[in-house]
């Protein structure tokens, strides 16, 4: 088994990557108080926006999560027009851009089924990635792992340490409050949600053009979804954020270990089992109702009229 | 120094909305170091023109000249560049920032909280405002939180100062300190637009005075000059309203007990309410003094069955109904106006008709266990009709009706169900001086006839009419009740700020 340590360990890392990109944005979305439930559909649109740009310059990653981020930011943008221009229900266009998302990126995918892509190598840091145990882990993963980490690091410094971050925290709490002293909450709040998908667009194309090189349908796989779920159950924090996608990401891993090993459990419920045990750690972390009212952004989800 | 120009001066403004001209042909001017009076009732159309001063509306006609400069103010970024301050009357304050945090965001300046707070240190002394820059908002009293919209005003350096009602949430003391800073700042040269409805504060506190009534200027007066009289008749058209308190002839017996009551609340802003006791007799209306957020909610919650408690902490009648939700209490005699017309005493879009309903079934409004909208129908109209509701008839949607009108319909309503015991919170928030004298009226005469009554309020003065004996809720906990005659304000305002000692409170053995 401790063999196997430093290669969990540094799966773990990859497979919480695009969890840590759509969960970073969805977290700036709704600390400005608006709630998008489309962040499987944009990671999807990102994926095939992705692994299409990718495919079709022959650049890998390096083009195609730029696309993905891109498409990602389209889709949030038309989000943005239903959910903040004509303050519509909120929840109703998350579901509905999901939705669209799956079966936009499963039209689209169409054409590129049978293709596959080279993937990343790895970015080997000379001297630190001998290090035992930590070297393999840390320091021999690919640039897309390293920018999950410099973003978690641009995120939570802005949101703890810059009047932007004060200002989003502002936004989100008390919106009135904000246009009352002249903020353009509006406009503040479509910067948050486009940043939203243009991470949750990076999330997916990291999926299909590096995670696993090619095209499948419907491949992000609920991780959407868990990462709405990680915003609240982290309570609006970018650390806890992080450790709910590692967590996440361990158990992931874990169980393809555990499938390789022939034990007698069905196979459905081993790959099920991240998305419980993420769902059930994190909620007893933030059983403190207290803790998660003096976090939670007031204005969550309520549209905003000047 | 002889200033020569009007700081600001306004010609006639107009703005009109769909339904009602909030200002028309407004015009006023205040000089450097002057405090102006902006006097009106509620809908006079004081907020609206402050807000079109500041930016926050946009008039439909008229001119604004700013030190005899003509401006156009598109935005409260732009006024607050030209030198305009504005307090708000409902805070524009995020609760969890810090104090620091706060004022930082409308400052057009690098970010630096450490420094900025050094500042507001140093401004908040100065003024005899003191402030913690570093506590977060929630955690402050409203006296506090309208110190930091203040300080933040003054690190703008302001021209002009505009206040919104700003004295309707604080002590009487708290009321003198905010006096003595305003005055500082007008002998500094800063200009002070003053708004209230309040004669006696204008009068000790204000240079000069516009009066409105219904969005138009109906006199310049210099209030000093003036009697309170002189002044209501200016500003609403007549006398000011005076009420009865007829004596109570009928047997005193104890109809609400609330013994030791305990509670935690599940708000983190919220306040926990330590042993409060207190007994409400038959014929008496007992009112509680206090700034909200002091547990107001919290014993309203408790008293009217929104939240239960232990059986044996509330009594009605003899009954001991701490474990009883609300409706089982409305079974048993108590009936309950909230503070929030509109959405808890009232479904906005429903009609008269059927907000009647919502409390009224209990009157046999059914046939055959079926609603009888005949009954609430009839209900309804004659309780527009004997508590003057003034509306389109029974059909009309809560949400149509103004402030004052809506509740005297929820008022009428509860008295039409023959109460033994009724709970108001703040009666006269937001109503008209008219129908808020009607209201405190309507109060007394159904306490003479056997009802007890609480009033839970921050309106001081309204307490002092009506209340037979005065509590005051602060921090959680209860002072002992005074008869009318023997308090004073100036006591009940230090016990407002939770200055009692533990012997005072209600739990003390008599």
């Known amino acids: 088994m401790l063999d196997y340590l430093p290669l969990i360990l540094a799966g773990t890392l990859a497979a919480a990557t695009p969890l840590i990109f759509a969960g970073l944005g969805e977290l700036v979305a709704e600390r400005s108080g608006v709630i998008n439930l489309g962040v499987e559909g944009m990671m999807l649109i990102g994926a095939i926006a992705g ?256 | 120094m002889h200033p020569t120009e009007p700081r600001l001066q306004l010609l006639h403004i107009t703005k009109r909305y769909p339904s009602v001209v909030a200002n028309d042909d407004v015009s006023l001017s205040v000089m450097p170091g002057e405090i102006h009076a902006i006097l009106g009732e509620n809908g006079a159309g004081k907020s609206t023109l402050m807000k079109i001063i500041y930016g926050a509306v946009k008039a439909d006609a008229g001119e604004m000249l700013w030190n005899g400069q003509q401006v156009a103010i598109a935005n409260p970024a732009q006024a607050r560049k030209l030198g305009i301050g504005m307090v708000f ?132 007066a210099i209030p000093r000059e003036e009697t309170p009289a002189t002044l209501a008749r200016l500003m609403i058209g007549r006398e000011l309203p005076v009420c009865e308190a007829p004596p109570y002839h009928g047997l005193v017996r104890p109809v609400l007990q609330v013994e030791r009551l305990s509670l935690t609340s599940d708000d983190p802003f919220g306040t926990e309410l330590k042993e409060v006791s207190l007994t409400v007799n038959a014929g008496e209306i007992v009112g509680i003094a206090g700034i909200s957020g002091n547990g107001q909610a919290e014993l309203l919650a408790a008293l009217s069955g929104e939240a239960t408690v232990d059986r044996e902490t509330i009594w009605l009648d003899g009954e001991a109904v701490g474990h009883l939700d609300a409706g089982r209490r409305r079974d048993r005699g108590l009936v309950f106006v909230p503070e929030e017309r509109l959405g808890r005493g009232a479904v906005p879009a429903l009609s008269l008709a059927r907000n009647a309903l919502l409390t009224g079934h209990r009157q046999g409004m059914k046939h055959w266990g079926l609603v009888a909208f005949d009954k609430a129908q009839a209900f309804a109209e004659q309780c527009i009709a004997r508590f003057d509701v003034r509306c389109g008839g029974p059909g009309a949607a809560a949400r149509s009706l103004s402030g004052g009108n809506l509740q005297k319909f929820i008022v009428g309503r509860e008295i039409m169900l023959a109460p033994k015991l009724m709970i108001v919170a703040q009666p006269t928030w937001g109503v008209d001086v008219g129908a808020a004298a009607f209201l405190r009226q309507t109060l007394l005469d159904l306490s003479r006839s056997g009802v007890a009554i609480l009033v839970i309020s921050e309106e001081l003065e309204e307490l002092f009419e009506i209340s037979d004996r005065i509590a005051v809720l602060a921090a959680g906990r209860l002072s002992a009740t005074q008869p009318r005659a023997q308090a004073d304000a100036e006591s009940v305002g230090l016990q407002m700020s939770g200055l009692f000692n533990e012997a005072e409170t209600s739990n003390a053995p008599a």
Not at chain 1, 62 to 80: D, K, Q, Y
Not at chain 1, 199 to 214: C, F, K, N, Q, R
Not at chain 2, 191 to 211: G, M, R, W
């Open chain 2, 89 to 220: 009357q409902h805070f524009s304050l995020f609760e969890t920032l810090t104090v620091v945090e706060n004022i930082a965001l409308v400052l057009d300046e690098p970010f630096d909280l450490a420094a900025l707070a050094l500042r507001v240190k140093e401004v908040s002394e100065r003024y005899g405002l003191p402030l913690d820059p570093h506590r977060l908002v929630h955690s402050l009293s409203v006296g506090e939180r309208q110190r930091v919209e203040i300080v933040r005003c003054l690190l703008q350096d302001p021209k002009l100062l505009i206040l919104d009602e700003p004295t309707s949430v604080l002590t009487p003391q708290a009321v003198q300190k905010l006096f003595e800073t305003l005055r500082r700042l007008a002998a500094e040269g800063v200009a002070i637009l003053y708004i209230s409805h309040k004669l006696h504060e204008i009068q000790s506190l204000c240079d000069s005075a516009t009066i409105m009534r219904g969005g138009k200027v109906t006199g310049e």
């Open chain 1, 51 to 306: 692994f299409a740009a990718a495919a079709e310059t022959g650049h890998g990653a390096a083009i195609g999560l730029p696309a993905g981020a891109l498409a990602g930011a389209a889709a949030a943008a038309v989000f943005g027009f239903f959910a903040l221009s004509l303050a519509a229900n909120q929840a109703a266009c998350g579901l509905a851009l999901t939705i669209f998302g799956i079966g936009l990126s499963a039209f689209i995918g169409q054409h590129y089924v049978s293709y596959s892509l080279p993937g990343l190598q790895p970015v080997v840091v000379p001297l630190l990635s001998d290090i035992p145990l930590l070297g393999p882990v840390l320091f021999k993963q690919d640039w897309v792992v390293y920018l999950s980490l410099a973003a978690f690091a641009l995120v939570a410094w802005t949101l703890a340490k810059t009047r932007l971050g004060l200002l989003l925290k502002a936004v989100g709490e008390a919106p009135e409050a904000a246009h009352a002293i002249g903020y353009p909450v509006i406009a503040i709040r479509y910067g948050a949600v486009v940043f939203g998908g243009a991470m949750a667009g990076i999330a997916g194309a990291y999926l299909s053009t590096v995670y696993t090189p090619l095209w499948v349908q419907n491949m992000s796989a609920g991780r959407g979804w868990i990462a709405v779920a990680l915003v609240v159950f982290a309570t609006w924090k970018p650390t806890r954020l992080l450790l709910g996608a590692y967590l996440f990401g361990f158990v992931t891993i874990l169980q393809f270990h555990a499938q390789g090993l022939g034990l007698q459990v069905p196979v459905q419920l081993l790959a099920a089992l991240p998305y419980l045990a993420t769902i059930v750690v994190l909620v007893l972390i933030s059983r403190d109702r207290k803790l998660l009212q003096l976090n939670l952004p007031a204005s969550l989800g309520k549209p905003f009229l000047p």
